[in-house]
C-alpha cells in the first residue's frame, strides 16, 4: 500500500492554513462524535419504551419492507429521507407493508400509517436532529453553506485519518504555491462545483443523497498541484506486511492512479458503497480546472521553482 506524505518539494514556511484546515476537521469530528452518541442513547432510550406486541409486529413488518434492523433505523429512515418528508415515507412504507390479520388491505394501511405518523412525532420531540444534518449536504437542497461544511465533516476516525493524511501530502506544497487567498478561495470554490455538479447529477439520475467528507478537496488539492508542478514528485511510504520503506512518485502518477480508478468505477460500476466517486471526480477536475482558469502566472513561477531545485539537486549529486 502507498501512503502520500509529502511533496519533494522544500517549504519556506510554515503551511498555516493547511494545517488549520486538519485542526478544523478534528475539531468538528470530535464533536460529531459527542453528539452522536448522544444521539444514540436517545434513540435507545425511544426504541426500549413499552409498546404493544402489536406495534413491535409493526416495527418488525416495517423492517422488513424497508431492508432496516428494527426501531433504530426504521426511525432514522423515516425521519431522515433526503428527499421526502416523514409522512411521505410512512405512507410508501405503509402501501408496502404485509396487511395485519382480521383488516383488510386498506384498514391495514390506514392503521400502519396512524401508527407510524404517531411513532414520528414522538420521535421527534424525544430525540434530536441528526448530528450530521446541518453539516452534510444533501443533493436535493442545493445549499451552498453545506456544501462547504460537508467538506470538514467525516464519517469515522478512518474517513478522517486518510483524508487527512493525503490532504496534507498535496496542500501544504499548493498553500505555499498560490497563497492564503487563492488557497481559502479554492476550497470554497471547489466545495461548491462539487456540490453543484453532485445536486446536477442526482437530478438527472433521480436518486440524491447525503453526503460528507475531504475527499473531494483532496482530489482537488491533487488536480491543482498536478497542474501547477507536473513534474514534481510526492514522497510516499510504502508497506506491506513486514516489508517499509519510501519512494519518491511523480504526482500526476498519483492522480492518474486515484483519479483514474474513481472514473472507471463511475463508468463501469452502479454501486459504489459508502464512498462518492462523483464528488473525487469532479473535486480532481474542479482543481485542475481552477489552475488553468485563474493560476497560469502561478504555474510558470512554479515550474521555475520547480526547474531550479532540480538543477541544484542535479549539482549535488555530482559533487
Not at 415515507?89 to 404485509?98: F, G, L, T
Not at 482558469?293 to 520547480?306: C, N, T
Amino acid at each position: 500500500m502507498f501512503l502520500p506524505v509529502k511533496a519533494d518539494f522544500p517549504l519556506p514556511r510554515f503551511p498555516v492554513l493547511t494545517v488549520l484546515v486538519c485542526v478544523v476537521c478534528l475539531g468538528v469530528h470530535l464533536k460529531q462524535q459527542h453528539d452522536w452518541t448522544e444521539y444514540g442513547a436517545a434513540v435507545d432510550s425511544f426504541c426500549s419504551a413499552e409498546r404493544s406486541n402489536l406495534e413491535r409486529m409493526i416495527f418488525d413488518r416495517v423492517a422488513q419492507v424497508t431492508g432496516d434492523y428494527g426501531c433504530a433505523d426504521v426511525m432514522y429512515a423515516i425521519t431522515n429521507d433526503p428527499v421526502r418528508d416523514a409522512n411521505e415515507v410512512i405512507a410508501d412504507i405503509a402501501s408496502k407493508v404485509r396487511p395485519l390479520s382480521g383488516l383488510s388491505a386498506e384498514a391495514s394501511r390506514e392503521y400502519v400509517t396512524q401508527k407510524l405518523e404517531e411513532e414520528a412525532r414522538r420521535f421527534k420531540a424525544r430525540v434530536p436532529s441528526d448530528p450530521d444534518s446541518g453539516l452534510a449536504y444533501n443533493t436535493a437542497s442545493w445549499n451552498p453553506l453545506t456544501m462547504v461544511t460537508s467538506s470538514f465533516a467525516h464519517g469515522d476516525w478512518l474517513h478522517i485519518g486518510f483524508n487527512l493524511v493525503f490532504f496534507f501530502a498535496f496542500a501544504a506544497t499548493v498553500e505555499f504555491l498560490v497563497g492564503p487567498l487563492w488557497f481559502l478561495g479554492f476550497v470554497l470554490a471547489d466545495s461548491w462545483f462539487i456540490g453543484l455538479t453532485g445536486s446536477a447529477f442526482a437530478a438527472l439520475d433521480g436518486e440524491h443523497y447525503w453526503t460528507l467528507g475531504l475527499s473531494g478537496i483532496v482530489m482537488g488539492m491533487m488536480g491543482l498541484f498536478v497542474y501547477l508542478l507536473p513534474h514534481a514528485k510526492i514522497r510516499c511510504y510504502y508497506f506491506f506486511i513486514v516489508i517499509f520503506g519510501s519512494v519518491a512518485i511523480p504526482g500526476w502518477v498519483l492522480v492518474a492512479w486515484y483519479l483514474g480508478s474513481d472514473v472507471l468505477t463511475l463508468l463501469t460500476e452502479d454501486d459504489y458503497g459508502m464512498v462518492n466517486i462523483m464528488a473525487h471526480v469532479m473535486g480532481g477536475l474542479g482543481g485542475y480546472l481552477f489552475g488553468v482558469l485563474f493560476l497560469g502566472d502561478v504555474k510558470r513561477r512554479a515550474i521555475a521553482v520547480q526547474a531550479d531545485l532540480d538543477w541544484r539537486e542535479r549539482e549535488r549529486r555530482l559533487r
